[in-house]
């Protein structure tokens, strides 16, 4: 592409070209002679079963992995950012220092800005790195504008301002991976190439992620397994299918009735060619034996053999169709809580919540992000101990409890087979076996290292291995994270078998629906039913949607911004006019303070109100038509945004203060 013309290389559309492209690891074939290219301005979804290859032909791009055959090339200039399936190990930087990390030299000159700025210089360890020297490149890289930048990606993908600062060592791995997406996000490459970033990422976040996106400047080439996700951001697919890549225009749902038209059609001309060659066989059959004959016959066969054969389309994807082994039969209450306390340090969760669950319920937790449903599964689960209260367990209760944790478990140096017969349960090898074939396990990919299996395939085993020996209460936490749809469909299909109890927690929607039978809403230490299943709850908090309804922090099901709900709970919230003329300084600075206050209030309640009309501005596709419009909307609901996070912190210190002050002067204050 490169030598058609240097004039026209800084107006080439196209980032990235991929032909004749194949890769196998021994038997196996990932892709044969494929092909695709993307160009600036795209974005596309890759999508293709657990262990198609999709990591790996991120891999190959990256040139991580050499293709055995074919060439990638990617445009000279163009900058690609990638964050990975599986996090990779972090050092002793921050959060803030990984996000803002745009160059190799950035945060090593961003420690020594800042150890200047606060008067107290590094030791200059090299001479000639003069002060004016580090200020400079700093400012050339716009250092200040990175930083705060970076910050306010990483408040929307959920980090709170008090763990900016905090060693990545000591984050989780979802963490680090958020804190990395964020430095992707800040650096802003030409192209991004994402490997199923939302895996990590709680509701409220995925959904900040999404719009975020929306108005990326750059190309995105993202691997996911979430329809919904795809189907907001992408307007192009590219499926792993047969070995190749192929294209489509659309997104996730147009995509699907793309490729079933096509499918559609190849059967059918597929059938017309195979009734063709029938007759022309059935020519040759006839009349080869007859030398009267025979040149026709010839003909006819070389005929046959000349036609261009239509392959007959693959059919969906296997299904993995497994069936759970029935557990025993628990008694009819399952499990309860009472008066349950809890809280992580000072950290309170919990303050006497109830709960009951009976035999052959399926409940979803919905609810915001950190109200504490991941808490509540492990409190169910006995991984965590209340400090006050009771969990008491029905007759023949026994508890599984599965989270990502368990990919986590498994022995990297062991063989699938070896793993999965580590279990407690009784089983023979031959039920292992297959039930491990059910998962896509068949054949020799029994004798694979854990290590070199794809994020889906971990999963899989994982599942596995719960199933094996399956318990009569199933506590699952977020379970469908890294499984491609046809797992995710199957899995459903075997939870609908699954005679016990299932409480879990999903982000995925359309999990939830085909699953739940009850709802359990939990936001601010409060769990509020829902005795129906998620279209009932959707109805009865008159959502405005299935997705952000997860999220929804209020039993209005609206997605609740965060002031409302602090401003009912601080006493200091609404203050009103102190009674008469104030008599000591104390009194008038309570004055000054209450109008302030006061004045916060008015301005939340205004950005509220814009940050509100904007995302159903947002939300409109109409709206995404017009690229100019999109982009300022987007912009503004940004701004907006950090304008409502910084008014809202305001406005807690000094509505703070201000109950401070009261407490001094009693009696002065408001009533
Ligand atoms: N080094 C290796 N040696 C042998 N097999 C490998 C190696 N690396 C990957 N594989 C296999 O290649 C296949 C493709 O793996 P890849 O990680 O690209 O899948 P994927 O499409 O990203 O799947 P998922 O959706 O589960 O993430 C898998 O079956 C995996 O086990
Ligand atoms: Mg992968």
């Given at each position: 592409m490169a030598d058609r013309g240097a004039d026209l290389h800084t107006l080439s559309p196209f980032m990235l070209t991929i032909t004749g492209v194949s890769k196998s690891y021994g038997d196996r074939v990932l892709f044969a002679d494929a092909a695709l290219q993307v160009n600036r301005g795209d974005r596309i979804g890759l999508v293709g079963p657990n262990g198609a290859g999709k990591s790996t032909l991120f891999g190959l791009i990256l040139g991580e992995e050499p293709a055995d055959e074919g060439r990638i090339n990617r445009e000279r200039d163009a900058t690609i950012g990638f964050l990975p399936q599986e996090s990779a190990p972090v050092g002793d930087e921050t959060a803030v220092e990984i996000a803002c990390a745009i160059t190799k030299d950035f945060v090593g000159l961003m420690r020594k800005v800042k150890a200047w700025d606060a008067g107290h210089p590094v030791e200059a360890s090299h001479p000639e790195e003069l002060h004016d020297d580090v200020h400079e490149r700093f400012h050339e890289l716009n250092g200040y504008m990175v930083e705060a930048k970076a910050k306010q990606i990483l408040a929307g993908l959920g980090f709170r301002p008090e763990h900016f600062d905090r060693p990545a060592k000591e984050l989780s791995g979802g963490w680090v991976m958020r804190a990395h997406l964020a430095r992707l996000l800040t650096q802003e490459p030409d192209l991004l190439m994402l490997d199923?970033?939302?895996?990590?990422?709680d509701l409220e976040s995925l959904l900040w992620f999404q719009q975020y996106l929306k108005g990326y400047p750059g190309a995105i080439l993202v691997i996911s397994h979430d329809r919904e996700f795809l189907n907001e951001l992408v307007t192009g697919i590219v499926e792993i299918r047969q070995k190749k890549l192929v294209r489509f225009t659309g997104n996730y749902d147009q995509f699907v009735f793309q490729r079933d038209a096509a499918d559609a059609q190849q059967l059918a001309q597929f059938k017309t060619q195979q009734k063709e060659i029938a007759h022309l066989q059935a020519f040759v059959d006839r009349f080869k034996a007859k030398a009267s004959k025979a040149s026709q016959a010839q003909s006819k066969m070389k005929q046959i053999e000349r036609i261009d054969r239509i392959e007959a389309p693959v059919g969906d994807d296997k299904k993995v169709g497994f069936r759970f082994p029935q557990p025993i039969r628990s008694g009819q209450r399952v499990i309860w809580l009472q008066d349950l306390h809890f809280a992580y340090g000072q950290t309170s969760v919990y303050r006497g919540i109830e709960l009951e669950v009976e035999r052959g319920e399926r409940i979803v937790l919905v609810g915001p992000n950190g109200a504490g449903k991941s808490t509540l599964l492990k409190l169910l689960a006995d991984k965590l101990q209340p400090q006050r209260g009771t969990r008491g367990l029905g007759h023949n209760v026994s508890v599984g409890y599965y989270s990502q944790y368990r990919v986590e478990m498994l022995k990297p140096e062991r063989t699938v087979l070896a793993e999965a017969l580590d279990?407690?349960?009784?089983?023979t090898e031959q039920a292992v076996r297959t039930l491990l074939g059910s998962f896509l396990f068949s054949g020799d990919s029994v004798f694979k290292k854990v290590d070199v299996l794809s994020g889906g395939e971990k999963s899989r085993l994982a599942l596995v291995k719960l199933l094996l020996s399956p318990p009569n209460l199933l506590l699952m936490d977020e379970p469908t994270t890294h499984l491609d749809m046809g797992s995710i469909d199957a899995l459903v299909d075997a939870l609908k078998q699954f005679e016990g109890t299932l409480v879990f927690i999903s982000h995925d929607v359309h999990f939830i629906k085909a699953l739940a039978n009850k709802v359990l809403h939990v936001a601010g230490g409060v769990i509020t039913p829902y005795l129906g299943d998620y279209q009932f709850y959707l109805h009865k908090t008159k959502a405005d949607s299935a997705r952000a309804a997860l999220t929804a922090g209020g039993a209005g099901g609206k997605v609740a911004a965060k002031a409302p709900a602090k401003a009912a709970a601080k006493p200091a919230a609404a203050p009103a006019p102190a009674a008469g003329p104030s008599r000591n300084e104390l009194q008038k600075q309570q004055k000054k303070l209450q109008q302030v206050v006061a004045g916060h209030e008015r301005e939340i309640e205004q950005l509220e109100a814009r940050k509100a009309a904007l995302a159903k501005e947002l939300e409109d596709p109409a709206l995404w038509r017009d690229a100019a419009r999109a982009d300022r909307a987007q912009r503004e609901f940004a701004t907006v945004t950090s304008a409502l996070r910084d008014r809202t912190a305001q406005w807690e210190r000094d509505a703070e203060q201000l109950q401070r002050l009261q407490d001094q002067a009693p009696g002065q204050a408001s009533k």
């Amino acid at each position: 592409m490169a030598d058609r013309g240097a004039d026209l290389h800084t107006l080439s559309p196209f980032m990235l070209t991929i032909t004749g492209v194949s890769k196998s690891y021994g038997d196996r074939v990932l892709f044969a002679d494929a092909a695709l290219q993307v160009n600036r301005g795209d974005r596309i979804g890759l999508v293709g079963p657990n262990g198609a290859g999709k990591s790996t032909l991120f891999g190959l791009i990256l040139g991580e992995e050499p293709a055995d055959e074919g060439r990638i090339n990617r445009e000279r200039d163009a900058t690609i950012g990638f964050l990975p399936q599986e996090s990779a190990p972090v050092g002793d930087e921050t959060a803030v220092e990984i996000a803002c990390a745009i160059t190799k030299d950035f945060v090593g000159l961003m420690r020594k800005v800042k150890a200047w700025d606060a008067g107290h210089p590094v030791e200059a360890s090299h001479p000639e790195e003069l002060h004016d020297d580090v200020h400079e490149r700093f400012h050339e890289l716009n250092g200040y504008m990175v930083e705060a930048k970076a910050k306010q990606i990483l408040a929307g993908l959920g980090f709170r301002p008090e763990h900016f600062d905090r060693p990545a060592k000591e984050l989780s791995g979802g963490w680090v991976m958020r804190a990395h997406l964020a430095r992707l996000l800040t650096q802003e490459p030409d192209l991004l190439m994402l490997d199923e970033p939302t895996n990590h990422l709680d509701l409220e976040s995925l959904l900040w992620f999404q719009q975020y996106l929306k108005g990326y400047p750059g190309a995105i080439l993202v691997i996911s397994h979430d329809r919904e996700f795809l189907n907001e951001l992408v307007t192009g697919i590219v499926e792993i299918r047969q070995k190749k890549l192929v294209r489509f225009t659309g997104n996730y749902d147009q995509f699907v009735f793309q490729r079933d038209a096509a499918d559609a059609q190849q059967l059918a001309q597929f059938k017309t060619q195979q009734k063709e060659i029938a007759h022309l066989q059935a020519f040759v059959d006839r009349f080869k034996a007859k030398a009267s004959k025979a040149s026709q016959a010839q003909s006819k066969m070389k005929q046959i053999e000349r036609i261009d054969r239509i392959e007959a389309p693959v059919g969906d994807d296997k299904k993995v169709g497994f069936r759970f082994p029935q557990p025993i039969r628990s008694g009819q209450r399952v499990i309860w809580l009472q008066d349950l306390h809890f809280a992580y340090g000072q950290t309170s969760v919990y303050r006497g919540i109830e709960l009951e669950v009976e035999r052959g319920e399926r409940i979803v937790l919905v609810g915001p992000n950190g109200a504490g449903k991941s808490t509540l599964l492990k409190l169910l689960a006995d991984k965590l101990q209340p400090q006050r209260g009771t969990r008491g367990l029905g007759h023949n209760v026994s508890v599984g409890y599965y989270s990502q944790y368990r990919v986590e478990m498994l022995k990297p140096e062991r063989t699938v087979l070896a793993e999965a017969l580590d279990t407690e349960a009784k089983v023979t090898e031959q039920a292992v076996r297959t039930l491990l074939g059910s998962f896509l396990f068949s054949g020799d990919s029994v004798f694979k290292k854990v290590d070199v299996l794809s994020g889906g395939e971990k999963s899989r085993l994982a599942l596995v291995k719960l199933l094996l020996s399956p318990p009569n209460l199933l506590l699952m936490d977020e379970p469908t994270t890294h499984l491609d749809m046809g797992s995710i469909d199957a899995l459903v299909d075997a939870l609908k078998q699954f005679e016990g109890t299932l409480v879990f927690i999903s982000h995925d929607v359309h999990f939830i629906k085909a699953l739940a039978n009850k709802v359990l809403h939990v936001a601010g230490g409060v769990i509020t039913p829902y005795l129906g299943d998620y279209q009932f709850y959707l109805h009865k908090t008159k959502a405005d949607s299935a997705r952000a309804a997860l999220t929804a922090g209020g039993a209005g099901g609206k997605v609740a911004a965060k002031a409302p709900a602090k401003a009912a709970a601080k006493p200091a919230a609404a203050p009103a006019p102190a009674a008469g003329p104030s008599r000591n300084e104390l009194q008038k600075q309570q004055k000054k303070l209450q109008q302030v206050v006061a004045g916060h209030e008015r301005e939340i309640e205004q950005l509220e109100a814009r940050k509100a009309a904007l995302a159903k501005e947002l939300e409109d596709p109409a709206l995404w038509r017009d690229a100019a419009r999109a982009d300022r909307a987007q912009r503004e609901f940004a701004t907006v945004t950090s304008a409502l996070r910084d008014r809202t912190a305001q406005w807690e210190r000094d509505a703070e203060q201000l109950q401070r002050l009261q407490d001094q002067a009693p009696g002065q204050a408001s009533k």
